[in-house]
C-alpha cells in the first residue's frame, strides 16, 4: 500500500541502534562499585542487570555488598555521570549510524531520538 503523506522525521532508538552503550554502562559501574572498596570478584553472584534501571542495579548491589557512607542516590548519579564520561570518550556507534544520519539530512529530515535513558544522559549524548 502506498501513502501519500510525506515523511518529515526519523526518529532512532538510541541504545542498541546508535550506539552500544551496554559494555559502558557495565564498565562505569564496577568503575564506582570498586570506588567504594567493593570485591567486584564476588558480581557474579549478583542477577544479570541488563536493561535494568540503574536505581535498581545499585539497590541490588548495595543488598548483595553493602557500603557506607555514600547513599545510594548518589552512587547512582555517580554510575550515570561515569557512563556519560565513557560514552563520550569511546563514542561507540554503531556501524551503519553515520550513513543513516548523513541520509536523513540530505532528505532534509527531523531528526529525534528515543531512550530510555534519563533526559540527563540525553542531553549531553
Known amino acids: 500500500m502506498a501513502y501519500s503523506q510525506r515523511i518529515e522525521t526519523a526518529i532512532f532508538d538510541m541504545d542498541g541502534l546508535l550506539i552500544d552503550s551496554e559494555p559502558l554502562w557495565l564498565q562505569a559501574e564496577l568503575d564506582i562499585f570498586g570506588s567504594l572498596g567493593l570485591d567486584l570478584s ?36 555517580r554510575i550515570i555521570e561515569r557512563a556519560i564520561e565513557l560514552v563520550h570518550e569511546k563514542r561507540p556507534l554503531l556501524p551503519g549510524v553515520q550513513q543513516a544520519l548523513e541520509l536523513c539530512r540530505s532528505l532534509d529530515l527531523k531528526i529525534g531520538l528515543a531512550s530510555a535513558s534519563r533526559c540527563t544522559c540525553n542531553d549531553r549524548c
Open 42 to 77: 564476588d558480581r557474579h553472584k549478583l542477577p544479570d542487570t541488563l536493561g535494568l534501571r540503574i536505581d535498581l542495579v545499585v539497590k541490588m548491589w548495595f543488598q548483595a555488598m553493602p557500603w557506607q557512607g555514600v547513599s545510594l542516590e548518589e552512587v547512582s548519579a
